[in-house]
């Protein structure tokens, strides 16, 4: 690597997917719309991530270096390797840690200022997404966390993910909350406009997103919207099962599940449902329910971290207890419903999606990498 100007500011970045893996999701998404645009502000960024079939060992995405380093048993021990011995080489001005999956604790090791960027924890969650012993390793390596980043600085990219951290024993004082941006949608939105009743789950088909609720919540309203459309667009291991229920609802002739769809393709399908449902037990934010926002989509979400954030109650959708099938029912209902309603909600979803930019979210990213690296 070529000597840095005097300004220019190199950053390691720690994250074990990229954009092109099969299982990235919104932590990716925020990652690189931040980054990306620091890459063209002219900092110098190399993303150290995890390899999957049929991948370059190197390339550029957005302007960013990407060095991928193998499928994850080795991923992570040369992650430590390599941050360790290029830190200490003097190639880099600081370390960006996203704490998002198992920790790097790269304050250990690294000899350069290390800046941790929190999405979400998974704590007791992990349990209902991956199979015991590795939802125990999750846990356990979380409760390290305190210990390891106590001097570091935070970026939070909700005032959840901050109590969160802060419950956790980590200093208040060194956590900012810098939400995520939104992209421009590809349609044009008409909040005045009447929309046919029905509904759409968009991002990764996990267990722990809950799914299943939105479908058995539809269900119970089989005989009032018998012909309502239920749309869910995303992939991942939760599928077969979400097919299978579907059927076994007598759903399955209505609701279609369109895998993963380009930017375009999601905006048109939001721009179409009268609402979207976020039934997942924890977000970091809840990136999607401003991306429907945006489209002018109510959300009827989980009164759950992050989407408590990002959904604002009785405005621009609901929120509804964990799990609560009825109550999800009855909110989904009430907007299939109302027209009215619909209307009012989608025009205040839009004023708020307004509100929430990217270019600010990398300022905030580029101030507090500054302050990390001892420059203001």
């Given at each position: 690597?070529?000597?840095?100007?005097?300004?220019?500011?190199?950053?390691?970045?720690?994250?074990?997917?990229?954009?092109?893996?099969?299982?990235?999701?919104?932590?990716?998404?925020?990652?690189?719309?931040?980054?990306?645009?620091?890459?063209?502000?002219?900092?110098?960024?190399?993303?150290?991530?995890?390899?999957?079939?049929?991948?370059?060992?190197?390339?550029?995405?957005?302007?960013?270096?990407?060095?991928?380093?193998?499928?994850?048993?080795?991923?992570?021990?040369?992650?430590?390797?390599?941050?360790?011995?290029?830190?200490?080489?003097?190639?880099?001005?600081?370390?960006?840690?996203?704490?998002?999956?198992?920790?790097?604790?790269?304050?250990?090791?690294?000899?350069?200022?290390?800046?941790?960027?929190?999405?979400?924890?998974?704590?007791?969650?992990?349990?209902?997404?991956?199979?015991?012993?590795?939802?125990?390793?999750?846990?356990?390596?979380?409760?390290?966390?305190?210990?390891?980043?106590?001097?570091?600085?935070?970026?939070?990219?909700?005032?959840?993910?901050?109590?969160?951290?802060?419950?956790?024993?980590?200093?208040?004082?060194?956590?900012?909350?810098?939400?995520?941006?939104?992209?421009?949608?590809?349609?044009?939105?008409?909040?005045?406009?009447?929309?046919?009743?029905?509904?759409?789950?968009?991002?990764?088909?996990?267990?722990?997103?809950?799914?299943?609720?939105?479908?058995?919540?539809?269900?119970?309203?089989?005989?009032?919207?018998?012909?309502?459309?239920?749309?869910?667009?995303?992939?991942?291991?939760?599928?077969?099962?979400?097919?299978?229920?579907?059927?076994?609802?007598?759903?399955?002739?209505?609701?279609?599940?369109?895998?993963?769809?380009?930017?375009?393709?999601?905006?048109?399908?939001?721009?179409e449902a009268r609402v979207c449902v976020c039934p997942s037990e924890k977000e970091g934010w809840g990136l999607t329910v401003m991306e429907s926002n945006a489209l002018g989509t109510p959300v009827v979400a989980t009164d759950a971290d992050g989407l408590r954030d990002s959904v604002r109650h009785g405005e621009t959708g609901f929120l509804v207890?964990?799990?609560?099938?009825?109550?999800?029912?009855?909110?989904?209902?009430?907007?299939?419903?109302?027209?009215?309603?619909?209307?009012?909600?989608?025009?205040?979803?839009?004023?708020?999606?307004?509100?929430?930019?990217?270019?600010?979210?990398?300022?905030?990213?580029?101030?507090?990498?500054?302050?990390?690296?001892?420059?203001?």
């Amino acid at each position: 690597m070529s000597s840095a100007s005097e300004n220019e500011c190199r950053v390691l970045l720690l994250n074990e997917r990229d954009p092109r893996h099969p299982r990235t999701g919104g932590a990716e998404t925020h990652v690189y719309e931040i980054f990306g645009r620091l890459a063209r502000r002219g900092y110098a960024i190399t993303h150290l991530t995890s390899s999957f079939p049929g991948c370059a060992q190197e390339e550029e995405i957005a302007g960013i270096r990407v060095r991928r380093l193998g499928r994850i048993p080795i991923y992570y021990p040369r992650v430590l390797w390599e941050t360790a011995r290029q830190t200490r080489a003097g190639r880099f001005d600081v370390v960006v840690e996203c704490l998002n999956k198992v920790p790097f604790y790269s304050p250990a090791y690294s000899a350069t200022p290390v800046l941790a960027l929190c999405h979400h924890l998974f704590g007791e969650v992990a349990f209902q997404q991956v199979p015991w012993p590795v939802a125990a390793t999750v846990w356990a390596s979380e409760r390290l966390i305190p210990p390891f980043y106590r001097a570091c600085p935070f970026v939070a990219i909700s005032e959840s993910t901050r109590r969160d951290l802060v419950a956790r024993g980590l200093p208040a004082e060194r956590i900012v909350v810098s939400h995520p941006g939104i992209a421009k949608p590809a349609h044009q939105a008409d909040s005045g406009a009447r929309r046919e009743p029905g509904v759409i789950y968009v991002g990764r088909l996990e267990v722990y997103k809950k799914i299943d609720v939105m479908l058995r919540a539809m269900a119970k309203l089989s005989e009032e919207f018998p012909n309502a459309p239920i749309v869910i667009a995303g992939r991942g291991p939760a599928r077969p099962a979400l097919e299978k229920l579907a059927q076994e609802l007598g759903l399955e002739e209505r609701t279609r599940f369109v895998g993963f769809v380009t930017d375009a393709e999601r905006d048109a399908l939001l721009a179409e449902a009268r609402v979207c449902v976020c039934p997942s037990e924890k977000e970091g934010w809840g990136l999607t329910v401003m991306e429907s926002n945006a489209l002018g989509t109510p959300v009827v979400a989980t009164d759950a971290d992050g989407l408590r954030d990002s959904v604002r109650h009785g405005e621009t959708g609901f929120l509804v207890p964990d799990e609560d099938i009825d109550g999800f029912a009855e909110r989904i209902g009430d907007l299939l419903q109302d027209d009215r309603l619909s209307q009012t909600m989608s025009a205040a979803a839009l004023a708020w999606a307004k509100r929430f930019d990217w270019d600010r979210a990398a300022d905030d990213m580029a101030r507090s990498i500054e302050m990390t690296r001892g420059r203001v």
